[in-house]
Protein backbone atom coordinates (compact mmCIF):
# COMPACT_ATOMS: atom_id res chain seq x y z
CA UNK A 1 0.00 0.00 0.00
CA UNK A 2 1.48 3.51 -0.68
CA UNK A 3 0.46 5.88 1.26
CA UNK A 4 0.94 9.78 -0.24
CA UNK A 5 1.73 12.42 2.34
CA UNK A 6 1.33 15.59 1.65
CA UNK A 7 3.52 18.15 3.51
CA UNK A 8 0.98 21.13 5.02
CA UNK A 9 4.02 23.85 5.73
CA UNK A 10 2.13 26.88 7.29
CA UNK A 11 4.97 29.98 7.15
CA UNK A 12 4.27 32.86 9.19
CA UNK A 13 3.04 36.09 6.85
CA UNK A 14 5.53 38.62 7.48
CA UNK A 15 3.36 42.11 6.97
CA UNK A 16 4.24 45.49 6.93
CA UNK A 17 2.93 46.14 10.43
CA UNK A 18 4.58 42.84 11.83
CA UNK A 19 7.80 44.78 10.80
CA UNK A 20 6.42 47.56 12.10
CA UNK A 21 5.70 46.26 15.23
CA UNK A 22 9.64 44.87 15.36
CA UNK A 23 11.32 47.93 15.19
CA UNK A 24 8.58 49.99 17.67
CA UNK A 25 10.17 46.82 19.95
CA UNK A 26 13.54 46.64 19.31
CA UNK A 27 14.27 49.90 18.27
CA UNK A 28 13.86 51.13 21.90
CA UNK A 29 15.33 48.46 23.15
CA UNK A 30 18.68 50.17 21.31
CA UNK A 31 18.43 53.03 23.55
CA UNK A 32 17.50 51.40 26.82
CA UNK A 33 20.77 49.14 26.12
CA UNK A 34 23.15 52.25 25.69
CA UNK A 35 21.49 53.96 28.64
CA UNK A 36 22.13 50.71 30.76
CA UNK A 37 25.30 49.90 29.74
CA UNK A 38 26.74 53.24 29.73
CA UNK A 39 25.05 53.76 33.52
CA UNK A 40 26.72 50.58 34.02
CA UNK A 41 30.43 50.62 33.08
CA UNK A 42 32.47 51.28 35.64
CA UNK A 43 34.70 53.97 33.75
CA UNK A 44 32.28 54.75 30.26
CA UNK A 45 35.40 55.72 28.20
CA UNK A 46 36.64 52.46 28.27
CA UNK A 47 33.56 51.37 25.78
CA UNK A 48 35.46 53.64 23.30
CA UNK A 49 38.40 50.65 23.03
CA UNK A 50 41.09 53.56 22.88
CA UNK A 51 39.62 55.91 20.33
CA UNK A 52 41.53 59.34 21.30
CA UNK A 53 39.07 61.98 22.70
CA UNK A 54 39.93 64.01 20.01
CA UNK A 55 38.67 61.42 17.21
CA UNK A 56 35.79 60.93 19.37
CA UNK A 57 34.92 64.32 19.22
CA UNK A 58 33.79 63.53 15.25
CA UNK A 59 32.55 60.47 15.64
CA UNK A 60 29.30 61.12 18.55
CA UNK A 61 27.80 63.87 15.87
CA UNK A 62 27.64 61.06 12.95
CA UNK A 63 26.15 58.67 15.18
CA UNK A 64 23.35 61.25 15.36
CA UNK A 65 23.69 61.76 11.52
CA UNK A 66 23.41 57.80 11.34
CA UNK A 67 20.39 57.37 13.70
CA UNK A 68 18.27 60.14 11.67
CA UNK A 69 19.22 58.63 8.48
CA UNK A 70 17.96 55.04 10.24
CA UNK A 71 14.63 57.41 11.38
CA UNK A 72 13.80 59.38 8.34
CA UNK A 73 13.97 55.62 5.80
CA UNK A 74 11.82 54.12 8.62
CA UNK A 75 9.75 56.61 8.21
CA UNK A 76 9.46 56.88 3.97
CA UNK A 77 9.30 53.01 4.73
CA UNK A 78 6.21 52.75 6.86
CA UNK A 79 4.13 56.16 5.72
CA UNK A 80 5.21 57.24 2.43
CA UNK A 81 5.56 54.00 0.44
CA UNK A 82 2.22 52.58 -0.59
CA UNK A 83 1.95 48.92 -0.32
CA UNK A 84 2.79 47.87 -3.74
CA UNK A 85 6.14 49.99 -3.55
CA UNK A 86 6.32 48.31 -0.28
CA UNK A 87 6.28 44.43 -1.01
CA UNK A 88 8.60 45.08 -4.08
CA UNK A 89 11.53 46.14 -2.17
CA UNK A 90 14.49 43.57 -2.92
CA UNK A 91 18.32 43.33 -2.34
CA UNK A 92 20.13 45.51 -5.19
CA UNK A 93 21.20 41.98 -6.74
CA UNK A 94 17.67 40.65 -6.69
CA UNK A 95 14.61 41.40 -8.35
CA UNK A 96 10.92 42.12 -6.58
CA UNK A 97 8.91 38.98 -5.75
CA UNK A 98 6.39 40.37 -3.41
CA UNK A 99 8.62 39.61 -0.23
CA UNK A 100 9.85 42.66 0.81
CA UNK A 101 8.45 42.76 3.87
CA UNK A 102 10.46 40.03 4.59
CA UNK A 103 13.62 41.32 3.62
CA UNK A 104 13.28 44.53 5.45
CA UNK A 105 12.36 42.45 9.09
CA UNK A 106 15.87 40.57 8.09
CA UNK A 107 17.64 43.43 7.38
CA UNK A 108 15.93 45.34 10.62
CA UNK A 109 16.65 42.48 13.04
CA UNK A 110 20.37 41.88 11.56
CA UNK A 111 20.83 46.14 12.71
CA UNK A 112 18.73 46.04 15.58
CA UNK A 113 19.40 43.40 17.89
CA UNK A 114 23.08 43.27 17.90
CA UNK A 115 23.41 46.93 18.48
CA UNK A 116 21.16 45.79 21.24
CA UNK A 117 24.00 43.31 22.67
CA UNK A 118 27.29 44.70 21.40
CA UNK A 119 27.44 47.57 24.42
CA UNK A 120 26.37 44.56 27.26
CA UNK A 121 28.83 42.29 25.91
CA UNK A 122 31.36 44.38 25.92
CA UNK A 123 30.66 45.19 29.53
CA UNK A 124 30.95 41.57 29.87
CA UNK A 125 34.38 41.25 28.75
CA UNK A 126 35.52 43.92 30.97
CA UNK A 127 34.28 42.39 33.63
CA UNK A 128 35.26 38.84 32.64
CA UNK A 129 38.46 37.30 32.09
CA UNK A 130 37.66 34.99 29.10
CA UNK A 131 39.47 34.17 26.40
CA UNK A 132 36.31 34.05 23.99
CA UNK A 133 34.95 37.36 25.26
CA UNK A 134 36.63 39.51 22.52
CA UNK A 135 34.98 37.28 20.15
CA UNK A 136 32.04 37.74 21.20
CA UNK A 137 32.04 41.46 21.12
CA UNK A 138 33.69 41.86 17.70
CA UNK A 139 31.91 39.23 16.33
CA UNK A 140 28.75 40.84 17.74
CA UNK A 141 29.98 44.65 15.97
CA UNK A 142 30.36 43.05 12.62
CA UNK A 143 27.30 41.86 12.28
CA UNK A 144 26.11 45.56 13.11
CA UNK A 145 28.42 46.92 10.57
CA UNK A 146 27.22 44.34 7.71
Known amino acids: ????????????????????????????????????????????????????????TYIVPFMFIAAAGFLIYWWIIFYQFNQETFSSLHWPWGYADGKGANRLLLAYALILIPSALWLESTLFHFSNNYSWTPVLVVGILIMVAI
Open 1 to 56: MIYELQCNKQYMEITRQSVLIFTFVFGPLVLVSYVYGVSHAEKPQDIWGGIPLSWQ
